[in-house]
């Protein structure tokens, strides 16, 4: 059975750093580009970052700030949050591809399989 779990999500203080994890069961993760998603209240569900075959994408308002990365011997993707803002308080998502082109990772029809989320909340 296919599957993903994020974990990790909690509550930091603005400026700090967090780690999130996505562990896969049912396929190899070198054979998948795996993307994570955030959806805040209220709004859309939008783009944060895509690993695959080395390539790594981040969203402009993420840039700089997070680093997505790759355990293949853990089947695990990670995206490690630094300089937090209250903006960045949301539902975070990560989602298996499904053959896409490296421009459009960011859409989330592109995503076949998706993890139930964990929430991270930035507030002082």
């Known amino acids: 059975e296919v599957r993903l779990q994020a974990f990790g999500g909690g509550m930091v203080q603005p400026g700090g750093f967090w780690r999130l994890s996505c562990a896969a069961f049912?396929?190899?993760?070198?054979?998948?580009?795996i993307g994570w998603f955030r959806q805040a209240p209220g709004k859309e569900r939008e783009e944060v970052s895509y690993?695959?075959?080395?390539?790594?994408f981040y969203a402009n308002s993420v840039k700089g700030r997070f680093t997505i990365s790759r355990d293949n011997a853990k089947n695990t993707v990670y995206l490690q949050m630094t300089s937090l803002k209250p903006e960045d308080r949301a539902v975070y998502y990560c989602?298996?591809?499904?053959?896409?082109?490296?421009?459009?990772?960011?859409?989330?029809?592109?995503?076949?399989?998706w993890g139930q989320g964990t929430q991270v909340t930035v507030s002082s």
């Open positions: 690993i695959n075959v080395g390539r790594k």
């Open positions: 989602a298996r591809a499904a053959r896409l082109i490296f421009s459009e990772w960011g859409v989330p029809s592109n995503y076949g399989y």
């Open positions: 049912g396929f190899a993760l070198d054979d998948y580009g």
